[in-house]
């Protein structure tokens, strides 16, 4: 799939790719020989360039440390997609994102001058994880997760226009936040990095569905500030997880007025029971240290009132003590085909704990909440 594109006399070819697609290697092989440009712009970014070519940041990554800092579910996205591509890719027998590689060592062999154009995957990531509803957030976890075991799509027919357009036509449907944060934004900014270079002809080489988007851009020269900028949205998820704790504060303090210490006492066997059970199954799904049970579910009832630690936390700590990963485990996390394996990489179970953990504590909280909110009903209204 190519597409040609002239911006204030600058002949620009955009190849678009499967990331899993043999035949684009050779596709992007041969066009940099053919047109010979004076650049090549690459879809890739500094960390995502160093993963490719085995220089994995996972060898020197402190997983808690990073929990810690708040990035343990972009930690998990970003394993998610990972092992997704790498699905793909054992069907075609190749790893995701060669092609672009390929261009690189092209570029090289032929003396060009080339550049990384994407926007860091990082800021990608976390740009997903504050613009993604609740909701979206679930369904993309589940989708990702299920798609891994359909097979009925040709890697070649994901570089077809209509393809492309009925999938690009789907996510805007179904995740709009994520077409916009995953292609528009990331379409801008690539397209800015291209044109500050100077050059007469380049080549571009991305995924296909980058493609329309990013000839737009190019010849709207539209910069990346007027999207990275917007601001202003009400953070209602931090408003609810924030509030919904001082709400069940609020309802053990006014159990206590009506009905006295027993009453107090029931709101508080139902809280504690409810987080006890739901993050001890937390726990016990992610396959934990028995250690990592008894500390996530004994720290559940209050941790659920403290949302600036989590159980989740709780949990992904004990466990790092207690199980801690080797050498093997961050040198394979991202060599894993499938989320199975998850399971047995070391790695994988401290991410897991900290999400199966911070579930059940999200549920058992609602569950707390609206047990406690009908146990009071009943005082005021029977």
């Given at each position: 799939m190519?597409k040609?594109v002239n911006?204030?006399?600058?002949?620009?070819?955009?190849?678009?790719t499967?990331?899993?697609?043999?035949?684009?290697?050779?596709e992007?092989?041969?066009?940099?020989?053919?047109?010979k440009?004076d650049y090549?712009?690459?879809?890739?970014?500094?960390d995502?360039?160093?993963?490719?070519?085995g220089?994995?940041?996972?060898?020197?990554?402190d997983?808690?440390?990073?929990?810690r800092?708040?990035?343990?579910y972009?930690?998990?996205?970003?394993l998610?997609?990972s092992?997704y591509?790498?699905?793909i890719?054992?069907?075609?027998?190749i790893?995701?994102g060669?092609?672009l590689?390929?261009a690189?060592?092209?570029?090289?062999?032929e003396?060009?001058?080339?550049?990384?154009?994407?926007?860091?995957?990082n800021?990608t990531l976390?740009?997903?994880?504050?613009?993604?509803?609740?909701w979206?957030?679930?369904?993309?976890?589940?989708s990702?997760?299920a798609?891994?075991?359909?097979?009925?799509?040709?890697?070649?027919?994901?570089k077809?226009?209509n393809?492309i357009?009925?999938?690009?036509?789907e996510?805007e449907?179904?995740?709009p936040?994520?077409?916009?944060?995953?292609?528009?934004?990331?379409?801008?900014?690539?397209?800015e990095?291209?044109?500050?270079?100077d050059?007469?002809?380049?080549?571009?080489?991305?995924?296909?569905?980058?493609?329309?988007?990013?000839?737009k851009?190019?010849?709207?020269?539209?910069?990346?500030?007027?999207?990275?900028?917007?601001?202003?949205?009400?953070p209602?998820?931090k408003?609810?997880?924030y509030?919904?704790?001082?709400?069940v504060?609020l309802?053990?303090?006014?159990g206590?007025?009506?009905?006295?210490?027993?009453t107090?006492?029931e709101?508080?066997?139902?809280?504690i029971?409810?987080?006890?059970?739901?993050?001890?199954?937390?726990?016990?799904i992610?396959k934990?240290h028995?250690?990592?049970?008894?500390?996530?579910?004994?720290?559940?009832?209050?941790?659920?009132?403290?949302?600036?630690?989590?159980?989740?936390?709780v949990?992904?700590?004990?466990e790092?003590?207690?199980?801690?990963?080797?050498?093997?485990?961050?040198e394979?996390?991202?060599?894993?085909?499938?989320?199975?394996?998850?399971?047995?990489n070391?790695?994988?179970v401290?991410l897991?704990?900290?999400l199966f953990?911070?579930?059940?504590?999200?549920i058992a909280?609602?569950?707390?909440?609206?047990?406690?909110?009908?146990?009071i009903?009943?005082?005021i209204?029977i």
């Amino acid at each position: 799939m190519k597409k040609k594109v002239n911006v204030n006399g600058k002949e620009i070819t955009i190849v678009g790719t499967a990331h899993v697609s043999e035949k684009s290697k050779e596709e992007v092989r041969t066009t940099i020989k053919d047109l010979k440009p004076d650049y090549v712009a690459v879809e890739l970014d500094d960390d995502r360039y160093r993963s490719l070519i085995g220089d994995s940041q996972w060898k020197e990554l402190d997983v808690i440390e990073a929990i810690r800092q708040g990035k343990g579910y972009l930690l998990l996205l970003n394993l998610i997609m990972s092992i997704y591509q790498k699905r793909i890719g054992l069907e075609e027998g190749i790893k995701p994102g060669q092609e672009l590689l390929t261009a690189i060592e092209t570029a090289e062999e032929e003396r060009i001058k080339f550049g990384l154009v994407d926007r860091n995957i990082n800021k990608t990531l976390e740009r997903i994880r504050d613009e993604l509803t609740f909701w979206e957030k679930v369904k993309l976890f589940s989708s990702l997760i299920a798609i891994q075991e359909e097979k009925d799509v040709e890697i070649e027919d994901l570089k077809q226009e209509n393809m492309i357009s009925a999938l690009v036509k789907e996510l805007e449907t179904h995740f709009p936040t994520l077409k916009t944060v995953f292609l528009d934004e990331r379409n801008s900014y690539m397209a800015e990095e291209i044109l500050k270079q100077d050059f007469e002809k380049a080549v571009v080489v991305v995924g296909a569905a980058h493609v329309e988007g990013l000839v737009k851009d190019l010849k709207n020269q539209k910069r990346h500030e007027e999207i990275e900028t917007k601001g202003g949205r009400i953070p209602w998820l931090k408003l609810f997880l924030y509030g919904l704790p001082m709400s069940v504060i609020l309802l053990l303090g006014y159990g206590y007025y009506l009905g006295g210490a027993q009453t107090f006492l029931e709101l508080g066997t139902v809280w504690i029971t409810l987080n006890f059970v739901l993050t001890l199954m937390g726990a016990v799904i992610a396959k934990a240290h028995p250690i990592t049970w008894g500390a996530a579910s004994l720290s559940a009832p209050i941790t659920s009132l403290i949302p600036v630690i989590g159980a989740g936390f709780v949990a992904a700590y004990v466990e790092s003590i207690f199980n801690p990963p080797n050498v093997e485990d961050m040198e394979e996390i991202t060599e894993l085909t499938s989320y199975k394996e998850l399971w047995n990489n070391q790695v994988g179970v401290i991410l897991l704990a900290f999400l199966f953990v911070s579930l059940g504590s999200f549920i058992a909280t609602l569950l707390g909440a609206g047990a406690m909110a009908s146990i009071i009903a009943n005082l005021i209204f029977i």
